[in-house]
């Protein structure tokens, strides 16, 4: 059976020399031409942008784009060989299959999925899913952070300071109890099995997510597998709170 959520397409494989500006990394592939990719990830990528390592980008045919790859995976290497996913346009995209689908039990029944839908006190945020099922049950509002840092087995999000973050967690408790409220943490590497707030790099956020834990917010640490051929879901990782 066919349990793909995401299937990359054509992927090149080379090195990475440089990541630098936030958006761009040098990369030499196999065939030994360097090329720039563009870095879809404005974050430091703690841990998973060390010089050296194996990556995969794709290529667009669009001529007007100013740079022709992107990069998509980077190998590390902390346990054994992992891919991890740095794309962090394809969290979302790869969540709202997995909604469709069903996949998370947690959720319960919901009948309909909007995607970026307006909310917050000042009106000028957006939930990546706001989910309604129905006559007289909960809306369910979801928001969802990609998360690549870890320590061993342990995923850590988030791996910088993060206000934005922050201002996510107390908008998400401002919706209960009314709402419910969700924090899905996409864990964009197959090989961690327990999730935690990274205290060490944003203690404000990890007393915020406690904080918010104590009110209702329910916490969906997911873990998918990921590879050059694509992504799977593979259930939830363990709490570390």
Not at 22 to 32: E, H, K, T, V
Not at 38 to 59: E, F, I, Y
Request: glycine share 8%; with cysteine; proline share 6%.
């Amino acid at each position: 059976m066919n349990n793909w959520l995401y299937q990359y397409p054509k992927l090149y494989t080379g090195i990475l020399l440089k990541r630098y500006k936030r958006f761009f990394a040098d990369i030499q592939l196999d065939s030994g031409e360097v090329v720039t990719a563009h870095c879809p990830n404005t974050g430091p990528m703690t841990g998973v942008s060390k010089v050296g390592s194996p990556v995969q980008l794709s290529k667009s045919d669009n001529p007007n784009r100013k740079l022709a790859y992107t990069l998509e995976l980077i190998q590390v290497d902390d346990l054994a060989p992992t891919w991890v996913g740095v794309n962090t346009a394809l969290p979302n995209r790869v969540v709202k299959q997995a909604l469709e689908k069903h996949l998370f039990p947690e959720l319960s029944e919901y009948t309909q999925v909007k995607g970026e839908v307006v909310y917050g006190k000042d009106k000028k945020s957006r939930i990546d899913f706001y989910l309604t099922g129905k006559e007289g049950q909960r809306p369910i509002y979801l928001e969802v952070k990609n998360t690549t840092w870890s320590q061993g087995t342990l995923a850590l999000f988030p791996d910088t300071e993060t206000t934005r973050g922050q201002k996510h967690l107390r908008e998400l408790m401002e919706v209960l109890p009314q709402s419910r409220a969700v924090m899905l943490y996409f864990i964009n590497r197959g090989d961690c099995t327990q999730f935690a707030p990274g205290d060490s790099t944003d203690p404000v956020y990890g007393k915020l997510l406690r904080e918010a834990i104590k009110q209702g917010l329910e916490v969906l640490p997911c873990r998918f597998d990921i590879s050059p051929e694509g992504i799977r879901y593979l259930g939830l990782a363990e709490l570390k709170i």
